[in-house]
């Protein structure tokens, strides 16, 4: 059996053998967070410094985004559909486009840049310096407190981010319909609704959860695993941010697949 | 092997072994096949203070970071007050760890928090005080006692590396550990500021009763602050005695050190 795997990890090149080491880790690492993680005693206070800092901090940009992101998809969208006389068509199409796809994915990839790369260099700097080595020596479990409060809170607040966007995005597109054509306020709310149904909204919320703990474990995984030397703090928090981003256009394309096959789209 | 035998009949008496509050016996740690301790041993008893000298990555502070449970040995016996560190479930050891401090080379000190909140920290963790007056005063205490009163509101950030220093041993101090571990408490530091810290080591100890550990390369440090030196060398206990005989070891890798 060892000589076995041992002939195994000689035939594998390096970069696969280091690819397939580090999803063991993290694996192993997210496995903690359930394991030790979620039993008491809870870290409540903590917690909710975490939803603060995650939630509310990314309020600005992620609402900024939204509302450009609305606007500009509804101007460029325009032209095309008044092409085909379908101008009507305009605040249904962006709003399936916003709730299923745009608002979930790009809030995703803000908050992967923002919170993920913030959680990395944090944790990353923390562990370098002694600080989560301190904390376990001063009888405090640093998985529980640092890593478990994180993940919680990035997973959590990242849907009512996207709920946020979403809302944000579609005023973006009001006011850029509103530019063109005497569209009352009612009327746009009224032809969004008109076209959204329960599995455009339902599915798009449910991937934002798997977003969220993505974007919160690898931030964490890369920070608490960093190793000694400035240098590895800066690694840790340009990682978290790829690795994040990279695993949100993953998870979005099961997810699609997951909900085409469940509600035909 | 080792020139320990020499200075057995002259070292300071040890204290007897059921009070021993550190004992290590034959402990062994490998990284690899960078063999780092190859068997030592140390016993500290109440109210002494011991210095471990060797070279950089002779294995001085991962020595420490066995006795608090931050590395796993691989082999030998390790007990603090009398408890096996293996045996040890992790409640234990966390009531282990409150009872011995660690200074941190680093020193560690939360950069996200102030002065006050960094020793409100293993308070509040704890449970050991119960309302916010006694906690005020602890802290107040702590930190009146390394001089330091006037930062209480201060972010790490703003703190000198002395003060850094300061404010780190009285956040280790605070929950009145039996046990002092100082990693390399004065590397970094000015000789006055490196002065003011071996006094204040040597205070505490005195006010609190600690016994210590202290890693070290500062000589004149550990002439000031321990009464015992152990000379880690390939390893093993190389040499033990007190700094005077250590000096003048016929053994010239242990007198090389104080050349």
Redesign the interface.
């Known amino acids: 059996m060892n000589h076995t795997s041992q002939s195994v990890s000689i035939l594998l090149p390096r970069s696969l053998r280091e690819f397939l080491n580090e999803t063991g880790e993290v694996t192993r690492f997210g496995i903690r967070f359930f394991k030790d993680g979620l039993l008491p005693p809870y870290e409540v206070k903590e917690f909710f410094r975490q939803c603060f800092e995650v939630g509310y901090r990314s309020l600005p940009l992620v609402g900024i985004t939204a509302f450009i992101m609305g606007l500009v998809l509804t101007i460029q969208s325009r032209p095309t559909l008044a092409e085909f006389g379908a101008e009507s068509w305009l605040p249904s199409m962006v709003a399936v486009t916003i709730i299923r796809e745009m608002g979930p994915v790009i809030t995703a990839l803000i908050c992967a840049g923002k919170i993920g790369s913030s959680i990395g260099a944090e944790l990353g700097s923390m562990k370098v310096t002694e600080q989560i080595d301190a904390m376990e020596v001063s009888g405090t479990n640093p998985f529980k407190y640092l890593v478990s409060t994180r993940i919680l809170a990035v997973t959590l607040t990242l849907p009512l981010l996207v709920v946020l966007a979403d809302a944000i995005g579609l005023y973006g597109s009001f006011l850029a319909v509103k530019i063109k054509s005497a569209t009352s306020f009612p009327l746009f709310w009224n032809q969004v609704f008109e076209k959204l149904t329960f599995t455009d909204i339902l599915p798009s919320i449910i991937k934002c959860y798997f977003f969220g703990f993505a974007i919160g474990l690898i931030g964490c995984y890369k920070g608490y695993t960093a190793r000694k030397g400035t240098e590895s703090v800066g690694r840790a928090a340009n990682s978290a941010v790829v690795i994040a981003s990279l695993l949100v256009f993953i998870l979005d394309l099961i997810a699609v697949q997951i909900t085409d096959f469940f509600f035909e789209l | 092997m080792g020139a320990s035998s020499e200075n057995t009949a002259q070292k300071s008496p040890l204290p007897s072994k059921d009070k021993s509050l550190v004992e290590i016996n034959g402990l062994r740690k490998s990284f690899g096949s960078n063999h780092v301790l190859r068997g030592f041993n140390l016993q500290l008893g109440e109210n002494e203070s011991i210095a471990v000298l060797g070279q950089s990555g002779s294995g001085k502070s991962i020595l420490i970071?066995c006795i608090?449970g931050?590395v796993k040995p691989d082999n030998g016996e390790l007990k603090v007050f009398g408890k096996n560190i293996n045996d040890l479930n992790?409640r234990e050891l966390?009531?282990m760890?409150?009872e011995?401090g660690?200074l941190?080379?680093?020193n560690?000190?939360?950069?996200?928090m102030t002065v006050r909140h960094n020793l409100e920290?293993?308070l509040r963790?704890?449970h050991l005080s119960k309302t916010q007056l006694e906690i005020d005063s602890t802290v107040e205490e702590a930190l009146d006692d390394v001089g330091l009163l006037h930062a209480i509101d201060l972010m790490p950030s703003e703190l000198s590396g002395g003060m850094r220093k300061r404010v780190s041993l009285a956040r280790t101090l605070i929950?009145r550990p039996r046990v002092m571990l100082y990693d390399e408490p004065t590397t970094g530091l000015d000789p006055i500021t490196a002065r003011e810290i071996n006094a204040l080591m040597i205070k505490v100890q005195r006010k609190y009763n600690t016994s210590s550990i202290i890693i070290s390369h500062d000589l004149a440090s550990i002439r000031m602050t321990a009464q015992r030196i152990i000379m880690l060398i390939d390893g093993i206990n190389y040499a033990e005695g007190n700094y005077e005989q250590l000096e003048h070891h016929s053994d010239p890798r242990v007198s090389a050190f104080f050349e």
């Not at chain 2, 560690?108 to 996200?112: K, P, R």
């Open positions: 970071k608090v931050l992790q966390d009531r760890r409150m011995v660690f941190f080379q680093s560690a000190l939360y950069d996200s920290f293993p963790r704890h929950t």
